[in-house]
């Protein structure tokens, strides 16, 4: 997909979050290696971040997504997505899941119930994507967590005011 070649942040109408090549690496780059990694973006949208990030990836990276309504997905393949009754509802596949993504998130409730639910010991990661100005309504749910080690990414490809938030378990590097 060309757009996403782009080194600098591009929007497309079937995405919320700017897109670029070094965005892309970046989120390819905080990935945990090992067999079989499980990546569950909660919100996907279209999944076209997830079609263009599992481009990248190798064969034992499974990017999944997670929506609302089956009719949104664009890009992802069939057996790759998952769906919940409401904005509310949470995916089983999460308990599989090594790394959880959330972009854009609409509530930070929902993020603490996946953690309450279905937080568990092959979960390693969770990366926050959205606008700067939303992360203050969200640090608490992470610095709260036993993902409380948090590292705050700007200025790897996304657009001015977005970012990019790595949580990883406590005492980790």
Known sequence: MSFASSAEPRHHPDCC?????????????????????????IGSGTGLL???????????YDVCGVE?????????????????????????????SKVWMFTYPRDPK?????LDIYDHAGLSKLIWLGPKMDWQDYEGVFASSRFSNLTILEDCGMASYEMVVVAELSGSP
């Open 50 to 60: 997830e079609s263009l990030l599992s481009e990248m990836l190798d064969d034992s």
């Open 68 to 96: 609302v309504s089956p009719n949104v997905n664009k890009y992802l393949p069939e057996e790759n997505m998952f769906f919940v009754g409401g904005t509310w509802d949470l995916c089983t596949q999460a308990g599989r």
């Open 17 to 41: 979050m700017a897109i670029s090549q070094p965005l892309l690496h970046t989120l390819s780059n905080l990935l945990p290696n090992g067999p079989a990694i499980s990546v569950l973006s």
């Open 110 to 114: 929902l993020i603490v119930r996946y």
